[in-house]
């Protein structure tokens, strides 16, 4: 067989796409992040299918990264990592560019990169600014003021109640305590 004829045009618009996409750098870009997750290099070039369950976590992790996405949502992006590797992607989610929407359990990895907590409770959804530490405490300062609220209103429906039933009886202050009443 013959080699077939290089073509100038064609080699120069496929250059151009992989210039385009960084296509020189993503190969670099992919192995620094998979060595972050902590994959060993040896490993890197395996397929999916032979590597561990955590690896291949650890792979498709590095994968959603490496694609450099707007936005980037994470579901436990902690699960199957080590100390050092829950680190390196603490350091990545603070220079990461995009918005980062994280579910996590793990508290201080939330403290370490978190700028805001987005809580759902009680069919109920507030945003608070800060890291998990700021949040807790915020939230913890907000029931005490809303239970001090709650007992200044009861106190004050008290003290009506208790005035409408001591002058209702008297004459002279019947008409303010049906007013009050009202």
Known sequence: LAAP????ERYGHLEDVVLRYNGYELEARAGQILEGLGIPTAVHEQPLSVLSGGFKLRALLARTLASEPDLLFLDEP??????L???WLEE???AFPGTTVVVSHDLRFLDNFATHILDVDDQRVALYKGDYTDFTRLKEEER?????EISKREKEMSDHKAFIARFKAKASKARQANSRQK
């Open 5 to 8: 004829e290089f073509d100038d």
């Open 78 to 83: 902690t699960n199957h990592l080590d100390i």
């Open 85 to 87: 590797a829950i680190k």
């Open 92 to 94: 990545f989610l603070v």
């Open 144 to 148: 005490l003021r809303q239970e001090t």
